[in-house]
């Protein structure tokens, strides 16, 4: 698997500007190139830049930053719907990888990037990496990878586990539902190892949550060994939709607090992310 080329839309907003540094960090560790895209969406509640600069100028200071030093920028500015372009602009330019800010539910100033993160991962045909305004960033040193027993994805699997052995991070297979006869528990395990064999790659290990709350269970587990991404296949779509939409994360009893890594099930041959 190799990450050829990253999205990311800004709109200058500081949320935005805290996902263009995740993306420098993939953009550095897997040699990409990386694609700066401003939208200016006419439906958007945020639509203005700061101050008196142009989009112009604010994306040739961007481009300027320490942390996207020696990197291969290219930037696009367009009008229209955020999740229609990032999807044209992914097609156009053979991304492989896409990482967005979004505005946690419980902040009531809603911007441009954050408003369509949900509507990106729904129709993307790459990974999403959803980085949650509350989250400032920090390298990757922790990843807790979450497990379908039933619907295994080995070569997804192996894929997530290869981009994340780039930056040396330690990835934790973790698999959530019951497990009276310890089954799941010894799959995983096996598992384990197939993908320290598979990937020649020994930072891997694996644990069994007993419980039926999937969606709280991995983020509270996550929380708990501070891990610095989550990432999930989605054919978990309803989960990752549940995640973003105010309406159900109001029922939860914690916001999301960890970037979070969709994986699309059906992906497009040149694998992305």
Same mark, same amino acid.
């Given at each position: #698997?190799?990450?050829?080329?990253?999205?990311?839309?800004?709109? +200058?907003? /500081?949320?935005?500007?805290?996902?263009?540094?995740?993306?420098?960090?993939?953009?550095?560790?897997?040699?990409?190139?990386?694609?700066?895209?401003?939208?200016? !969406?006419?439906?958007?509640?945020?639509?203005?830049?700061?101050?008196?600069?142009?989009?112009?100028?604010?994306?040739?200071?961007?481009?300027?930053?320490?942390?996207?030093?020696?990197?291969?920028?290219?930037t696009?500015?367009?009008?229209?719907?955020?999740?229609?372009?990032?999807?044209? /602009?992914?097609?156009?330019?053979?991304?492989?990888?896409?990482?967005?800010?979004?505005?946690?539910?419980?902040?009531?100033?809603?911007?441009?990037?954050?408003?369509?993160?949900?509507?990106?991962?729904?129709?993307? /045909?790459? =990974?999403?990496?959803?980085?949650?305004?509350?989250?400032?960033?920090?390298?990757?040193?922790?990843?807790?990878?979450?497990? !379908?027993?039933? &619907?295994?994805?080995?070569?997804?699997i192996?894929?997530?586990?290869?981009?994340?052995?780039?930056?040396?991070?330690?990835v934790?297979?973790?698999?959530?539902?019951? !497990?009276?006869? &310890?089954?799941?528990?010894? !799959?995983?395990?096996? =598992? $384990?190892? /197939? =993908?320290?064999?598979? $990937?020649?790659?020994?930072?891997?290990?694996?644990?069994?949550?007993?419980?039926?709350?999937?969606?709280?269970?991995?983020?509270? +587990?996550? =929380?708990?060994?501070?891990?610095?991404?989550?990432? #999930?296949i989605? &054919?978990?779509?309803?989960?990752?939709?549940?995640?973003?939409?105010?309406?159900?994360?109001?029922? #939860?009893?914690y916001?999301?607090?960890?970037?979070?890594?969709?994986?699309?099930?059906?992906?497009? $041959? $040149?694998?992305?992310?």
């Amino acid at each position: #698997m190799k990450v050829k080329n990253i999205l990311v839309p800004v709109d +200058f907003s /500081e949320n935005s500007l805290n996902a263009l540094r995740y993306a420098g960090e993939f953009a550095r560790t897997s040699g990409a190139g990386l694609f700066v895209l401003h939208v200016a !969406d006419p439906e958007a509640l945020v639509n203005e830049v700061k101050g008196n600069l142009s989009p112009e100028h604010l994306l040739s200071i961007v481009k300027k930053e320490d942390y996207l030093y020696g990197l291969r920028i290219t930037t696009i500015m367009e009008k229209g719907s955020v999740s229609a372009l990032v999807a044209a /602009e992914s097609k156009e330019n053979n991304i492989d990888l896409v990482i967005m800010g979004t505005q946690g539910a419980g902040n009531l100033q809603r911007s441009l990037i954050g408003t369509h993160t949900t509507a990106v991962i729904s129709r993307s /045909e790459c =990974m999403v990496l959803a980085v949650p305004s509350q989250v400032k960033f920090a390298p990757i040193r922790k990843v807790v990878l979450a497990i !379908d027993m039933e &619907h295994r994805a080995d070569h997804l699997i192996q894929d997530t586990i290869n981009l994340f052995s780039k930056m040396e991070a330690a990835v934790l297979l973790v698999y959530v539902g019951s !497990d009276e006869h &310890h089954k799941q528990e010894h !799959d995983l395990e096996l =598992m $384990t190892e /197939e =993908m320290k064999r598979s $990937t020649g790659y020994n930072k891997i290990d694996c644990t069994v949550i007993h419980s039926h709350h999937f969606r709280e269970s991995i983020e509270q +587990f996550s =929380m708990d060994i501070d891990a610095d991404a989550i990432a #999930m296949i989605t &054919h978990h779509r309803n989960v990752f939709e549940s995640l973003f939409d105010p309406s159900q994360a109001k029922k #939860m009893a914690y916001h999301m607090n960890t970037p979070l890594l969709a994986i699309p099930q059906k992906h497009k $041959t $040149t694998f992305f992310f």
